[in-house]
């Protein structure tokens, strides 16, 4: 990181205070843009980039400043480029086409090359303009270019939440009904058979308690279909007090019966 930063004070020196472009510190460079070879100090003439094609820097300094930076700009975007020190003051610059950036390949404007020298020693600073390329119709044709997300205000998101599931699955619903309907005729067939529930001399008592468990049994099935768990409990809770009532005096008839037929039976 701290090399990293200490380059970028270089290059910014570089670019504050540069020499002419007549002092240029190339001695010697050339250039290959695919199989084509040109003087990379006289290569001012249009240069087309086609697909599959790789450009090669090579070059040799009269002095070497502490960083060295080649810079590809096209339509006021700018990618750097490090290349590799081959010697003392010579290096070189093998650049795929698939590390030029997409946008450049994209567009049919000029991709100008430069190189930057940055030192302290203000004397070893320079820019210098290499060449330029020019990428052919078929290389932007079949270059993909996604524009990047830039920071900055997005389109508003709409999201409809769904409500949480009140009711369980009718599935499920019918099966509680058609076990409690299961218990309820058990129930009152156990009773029927052992003579302790007899249709034919049914009192008010006997009536008000079956009349609450049916009740009871209505409120569980609406509880299920439709209703409410709170409108359930106030139901429960205003039919409660008659079911222990009419139970409490159901469940003594019935003590009541046994003891008698233990009587009869002794």
């Not at 240029?24 to 250039?31: D, R, T």
């Not at 044709?141 to 939440?161: A, D, M, N, V, W």
């Not at 067939?189 to 009871?216: C, M, P, R």
């Amino acid at each position: 990181m701290t090399g990293r930063i200490y380059g970028f004070l270089i290059l910014l020196l570089a670019c504050v205070k540069v020499i002419s472009a007549s002092s240029s510190p190339i001695v010697e460079g050339s250039l290959s843009v695919g199989s084509r070879d040109y003087d990379l100090e006289s290569s001012s003439k249009e240069i087309i980039l086609n697909p599959q094609e790789s450009i090669t820097i090579s070059f040799e300094l009269s002095l070497v400043p502490e960083q060295v930076v080649i810079s590809a700009n096209s339509n006021g975007l700018q990618s750097i480029f490090y290349p590799i020190k081959k010697s003392t003051n010579s290096y070189e610059l093998l650049l795929p086409l698939s590390k030029i950036p997409a946008i450049f390949k994209k567009n049919d404007d000029k991709i100008e090359f430069e190189l930057i020298c940055g030192d302290f020693n203000t004397k070893l600073n320079s820019i210098t303009k290499l060449f330029s390329v020019t990428p052919s119709p078929e290389l932007q044709k079949i270059t993909e270019y996604k524009k990047s997300l830039r920071f900055g205000k997005l389109p508003e998101i709409y999201h409809i939440f769904k409500d949480h599931q009140i009711f369980v699955n009718p599935i499920i619903s019918l099966l509680f009904i058609a076990l409690i309907i299961v218990l309820f005729l058990g129930l009152v067939g156990a009773w029927t058979k052992i003579e302790n529930l007899q249709f034919t001399s049914l009192s008010l008592v006997d009536f008000g308690f079956l009349l609450t468990l049916v009740l009871f049994e209505v409120i569980f099935v609406r509880y299920f279909i439709k209703d409410s768990i709170f409108l359930t409990i106030s139901r429960v809770f205003i039919t409660a007090p008659f079911a222990i009532v009419f139970g409490s005096r159901v469940l003594r008839k019935v003590r009541s019966r046994r003891l008698s037929k233990d009587v009869k039976k002794e």
